[in-house]
T-cell receptor
Framework: EAGVVQSPRYKIIEKKQPVAFWCNPI?????LYWYRQNLGQGPELLIR????????DSQLPKDRFSAERLKGVDSTLKIQPAELGDSAVYLC???????????FGEGSRLTVL | AQKITQTQPGMFVQEKEAVTLDCTYD???????LFWYKQPSSGEMIFLIY??????QNATEGRYSLNFQKARKSANLVISASQLGDSAMYFC???????????????FGKGTKLSVIP
């Protein structure tokens, strides 16, 4: 069974440029999460989807970040414009309703110059 | 608000020895879950072990065991017979109570970097 797939694995951009990350969750998992992990820190939740509905986006900086999960499967996280402080690893995870476990992708490492 | 504290930024252990990674938590919920994840240099978060707040027995998964002390609000990870491949970041995380349709989120600590010495 395929795991959570993220792309790109690495992205280097200049500040003020836009960037987008894509996530394909495990088949059948209705809940999808985007986490941001700064260097030397634990992951912090940005947004959580149940099917196509964003049920928790309180930590998403909405002035520059946006996310969507069309048809309740794949998801895209966008940053526009990027700032130096956005350099981090963006982790996608998925889970099934009653599961006690989140399955993570390998992450997308963003460097903003 | 929930909080996870991992006080050990880095730990060293000799190969084949056991090591304990500390984790304390703070929550007002009666029902919660505690997780440990391993993050190797590749970046993927790998689930290791889970302990529910109502579980009476400490969780075990192969070489991993969770020393759950509810009154002290601690959930330490014990790795027995350390291997070189255990070198990685280890994160303790807590699941909040179920909300809405039943999904939940994890709150992570800052992690402990474990280095296994040959």
């Amino acid at each position: 069974e395929a795991g959570v797939v993220q792309s790109p694995r690495y992205k280097i951009i200049e500040k003020k440029q836009p960037v987008a990350f894509w996530c394909n969750p495990i088949s059948g998992h209705n809940t999808l999460y985007w986490y941001r992990q700064n260097l030397g820190q634990g992951p912090e939740l940005l947004i959580r989807y149940e099917n196509e509905e964003a049920v928790d986006d309180s930590q998403l900086p909405k002035d520059r970040f946006s996310a969507e999960r069309l048809k309740g499967v794949d998801s895209t996280l966008k940053i526009q414009p990027a700032e130096l402080g956005d350099s981090a690893v963006y982790l996608c995870a998925s889970s099934f309703y009653s599961s006690g476990e989140l399955f993570f992708g390998e992450g997308s490492r963003l460097t903003v110059l | 608000a929930q909080k996870i504290t991992q006080t050990q930024p880095g730990m060293f252990v000799q190969e084949k020895e056991a090591v304990t990674l500390d984790c304390t938590y703070d929550t007002s919920d009666q029902s919660y879950g505690l997780f440990w994840y391993k993050q190797p240099s590749s970046g993927e978060m790998i689930f290791l072990i889970y302990q529910g707040s109502y579980d009476e027995q400490n969780a075990t998964e192969g070489r991993y065991s969770l020393n759950f002390q509810k009154a002290r609000k601690s959930a330490n990870l014990v790795i027995s017979a350390s291997q070189l491949g255990d070198s990685a970041m280890y994160f303790c995380a807590m699941r909040d109570s179920y909300s809405g349709a039943g999904s939940y989120q994890l709150t992570f600590g800052k992690g402990t970097k474990l280095s296994v010495i040959p």
